[in-house]
């Protein structure tokens, strides 16, 4: 759970702070109505560091294992403002003037450096490459590739699962660039934020690095054999839309089909999600095929990958009910087992 600081503006309208960090992953809630003690691996407060965030949610360690070929995902999720971003990115993807200081750059950054650490000491053993896509209003597009954006079909097949066709891939060695890939990218899913109404919250990004070991350590007649595959891992990024227009549209019931689209995937997860929580021998089928965001996170949700989910918070009185629905998902989420 990362809880974020109050903003200039909740301070100056006086609004009161109901969520506290007990330590040892307790979070308090305390509120007119609602009094209620949330359990977590772990709790990053107010005060908390993006370096702090990068350590204690034990990053580094999803990192290595994505080097040693499993599939990681990191997720934030939580309400639009609740610091989603900050924490994947840092300030950075919002100031396009100034660079960020390095200090606030976020989980992705802190990521990506930690592996090209890793890749520079095994010498030129890791191949990299990183694919951008995002999904709005139900379509995948890609946010690498050049020209306006077109949807990608997504297939699934029995030995990849659920994949993107045609989805671009590039290849990076360097810190450098694969931080303008993310820049890029990042900025293309910005850029039609003017035209299209804050689409940047209103669609789900998801960056992943794939990881190719090549096996060259083996003597040339294993590698013939085949008996030394070379290992692939992904680490994948997501930064979800914000779940508060699940509530919003639902009583105004004004539906357009853009925040349509983010209730049926944010929905979907919920639904994934507390089927995935349920006991071993009382699951029933999981629907993952009912959205996209769903199809594209079964891995991670409940297959063979291993997942951080990063829940957002703001402090604010303001935002009780939905700190409180963002809680209570996460503790659901954090029931799921997956059997990397
Ligand atoms: P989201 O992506 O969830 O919509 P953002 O990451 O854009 O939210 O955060 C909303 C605002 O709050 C931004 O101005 C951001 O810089 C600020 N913010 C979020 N988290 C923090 C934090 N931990 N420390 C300082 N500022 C933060
Ligand atoms: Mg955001």
């Known amino acids: 759970i990362r809880v974020r ?23 308090h809630v305390s509120a007119a109505k609602h009094d209620a003690t949330f359990g977590f691996s772990a709790v990053f407060d107010a005060g908390a560091s993006q370096e702090a965030v990068f350590e204690g949610s034990r990053m580094r360690q999803l990192v290595e294992l994505a080097i040693d070929g499993f599939s990681c995902t990191v997720f934030a999720f939580g309400q639009t403002g609740s610091g989603k971003t900050y924490t994947l990115m840092g300030p950075l993807a919002q100031s396009e003037t100034q660079p960020a200081s390095p200090a606030l750059l976020g989980l992705m950054q802190r990521s990506f450096t ?15 490459s990183a694919s951008y896509l995002e999904i709005y209003n139900e379509q995948v597009r890609d946010l690498l590739s050049p020209g306006p954006p077109c949807a990608l079909p997504l297939r699934w097949s029995k030995t990849r699962g659920f994949y993107v066709e045609n989805q671009l891939r590039v290849e990076f060695e360097s810190l450098e660039a694969i931080v303008n890939l993310l820049l890029q990218g990042s900025q293309r899913r910005r850029t039609s934020a003017h035209a299209l109404n804050r689409h940047s919250s209103r669609s789900h990004a998801l960056l992943t690095i794939h990881i190719r ?9 294993v590698l013939q054999a085949s008996a030394c595959p070379s290992k692939q891992g992904t680490l994948c990024f997501v930064d979800l839309a914000g779940s508060e227009r699940v509530k919003d549209t639902g009583s105004s019931g004004e539906l357009s089909v853009e925040a349509n689209s983010i209730n049926r995937s944010l929905l979907a997860l919920g639904h994934c999600i507390s089927l995935l929580a349920k006991p071993q021998g009382k699951r029933t089928h999981i629907p993952y095929r009912d959205s996209k965001l769903t199809r594209l996170l079964a891995r991670s949700l409940g ?4 997942t951080l989910m990063v829940a957002c918070i703001s402090p604010s009185s303001r935002c009780l009910s939905e700190t409180l629905s963002t809680l209570h998902y996460a503790s659901r989420a954090r029931r799921v087992t997956t059997r990397p």
């Open 213 to 221: 070991s090549r096996a060259h350590h083996a003597p040339t007649w």
């Open 114 to 128: 930690c592996l090209l650490e890793q890749s520079r000491s095994r010498g030129s053993d890791l191949a990299l």
């Open 5 to 27: 600081p109050l903003t200039c503006t909740e301070t100056r309208r006086g609004d009161q702070q109901v969520v506290h960090s007990l330590g040892d992953g307790a979070v």
């Open 303 to 306: 297959g063979s990958g291993i």
